[in-house]
């Protein structure tokens, strides 16, 4: 049955909402763009109807899908109407026991996409993907407000959602771009 609600929404880009065990943040809205046996990539948007990046789980840890209720429909409504151009960040993956490696793996050395990673259901941490092999990640972490806050280094096991995108991160990376460019231009003066 979760299959089929699944499916629905990405062969027909329908709007869900998505609980997810462990989460108090609240739930996913959005549709599925990409669906594996054991996982979900999901295509979110905020309660504005804006898009706010992919969001990428393990389909065991889905507690509850809401589908054609109040909600759901006033969120199809809010982005079909409007019609704002998503950004296709393409995430692929190979391998079940490798998925966070898999998905991180594109984004090593790239300053141009922030990336968030979920430890242990608890704690978020977003940055630049500096290296990531099987069992290791090592992230440059990007504050609140685009400052650099140096690596932290993360064992794969422990991740266990990753987000690509986000509206929030889209902020913490114009910010980061305005500090740099701001470092730049005060060593020029």
Do not use: C
Request: charged share 30%.
């Amino acid at each position: 049955m979760i299959k089929d609600i699944l499916e629905k929404s990405q062969q027909e880009k329908r709007i869900i909402g998505v609980w997810v065990y462990g989460d108090d943040n609240g739930f996913w809205s959005g549709y599925v763009k990409e669906l594996t046996e054991e996982f979900i990539i999901f295509q979110h948007f905020t309660k504005y109807g804006e898009p706010d990046g992919l969001v990428i789980e393990k389909l065991e840890s889905i507690q509850s899908i809401d589908f054609n209720d109040d909600y759901t429909n006033v969120m199809q409504y809010l982005i079909d109407r409007n019609g704002i151009k998503i950004e296709d960040i393409e995430v692929e993956i190979h391998h079940a026991h490798s998925w966070q490696t898999d998905v991180l793996e594109p984004f090593i050395g790239k300053k141009n996409r922030i990336v968030q990673i979920q430890v242990n259901r608890d704690s978020f941490y977003s940055g630049f993907v500096e290296w990531v092999d099987q069992e290791n990640l090592i992230l440059r972490i990007v504050g609140t407000n685009g400052e650099d806050k140096g690596k932290s280094f993360f064992r794969i096991e422990d991740i266990n959602g990753i987000r690509v995108n986000s509206k929030n991160n889209r902020r913490k990376m114009t910010l980061y771009k305005w500090r740099e460019r701001k470092q730049k231009s005060d060593v020029a003066v």
